[in-house]
Nanobody, 115 residues
Framework: QVQLVESGGGLVQPGGSLKLSCAAS????????LSWYRQAPGKERELVAS???????YYADSVKGRFTISRDNGENWVSLQMNSLKSEDTAVYYC?????????WGQGTQVTVSS
């Protein structure tokens, strides 16, 4: 079992940056994949980025080159650095993972990109 708590969301102007963090309640050393998802109003939740325990990463095409996912297995967190933000990045962002075939989500953090 693991609890995930996101932080770092907020209001930012187009072109700005935000860094989201997700703190885990237990060691993430043995957790294979940690991911960030987002859900915009009226849309389905979508995968934004993932990172394996070995540091391999995946990014959705819509964020490639602008977002960077990283993890610290010693401090038990995963982060998402978001640069060059666009209005279409507005969504609730969730940290998620699967442990022993059970999916876990954080409570989400709102990111609003608007002038």
């Amino acid at each position: 079992q693991v609890q995930l708590v996101e932080s770092g969301g907020g209001l930012v102007q187009p072109g700005g940056s935000l860094k989201l963090s997700c703190a885990a309640s237990r060691s993430i050393f043995s957790i294979g994949v940690l991911s960030w998802y987002r859900q915009a109003p009226g849309k389905e939740r979508e995968l934004v980025a993932s990172i394996t325990s070995g540091g391999n990463t995946y990014y959705a095409d819509s964020v490639k080159g602008r977002f960077t996912i990283s993890r610290d297995n010693g401090e038990n967190w995963v982060s998402l650095q978001m640069n060059s933000l666009k209005s279409e990045d507005t969504a609730v962002y969730y940290c998620g993972t699967i442990v022993a075939s059970i999916r876990y989500w954080g409570q989400g953090t709102q990111v609003t990109v608007s002038s």
